[in-house]
Nanobody
Framework: VQLQASGGGLVQPGGSLRLSCVAS????????VGWYRQAPGNQRELVAR???????NYADSVKGRFAISRDNAKNTVYLQMNSLKFEDTAVYSC??????????????????WGQGTQVTVSS
């Protein structure tokens, strides 16, 4: 599985950005996709995640402002970010969780990362 993230940039507080994460390769093995972020000096944190079944979860800090969605036809997961704040500044990366089964039906889980895209909120 390969992931290509894009959409970052410089935006003023209160502005919006939409990040995209395009998947290729063994797409059928993808179970869920999450967006993570890491600011300088901070640990990487989960921002939002969406499963194949459409279930979503969000970090408390972004609830009501961010929305994760997917377009299966485009093999793309989006992160719509509204009402951006200074503290949203970080490198955002997408991560795919995969699940495959061997011929003996033994489950194999995996995780794949896309490259990061910088989001800077500044006036």
């Amino acid at each position: 599985v390969q992931l290509q993230a894009s959409g970052g940039g410089l935006v003023q507080p209160g502005g919006s950005l939409r990040l995209s994460c395009v998947a290729s390769g063994s797409i059928s093995s993808i179970n869920a996709v999450g967006w993570y972020r890491q600011a300088p000096g901070n640990q990487r944190e989960l921002v939002a995640r969406i499963t194949n079944g459409g279930s979503t979860n969000y970090a408390d800090s972004v609830k009501g402002r961010f929305a994760i969605s997917r377009d299966n036809a485009k093999n793309t997961v989006y992160l719509q970010m509204n009402s951006l704040k200074f503290e949203d500044t970080a490198v955002y990366s997408c991560r795919a969780e995969t699940l495959k089964y061997t011929a003996e039906e033994v489950p194999i889980v995996g995780a794949y990362w896309g490259q990061g895209t910088q989001v800077t909120v500044s006036s």
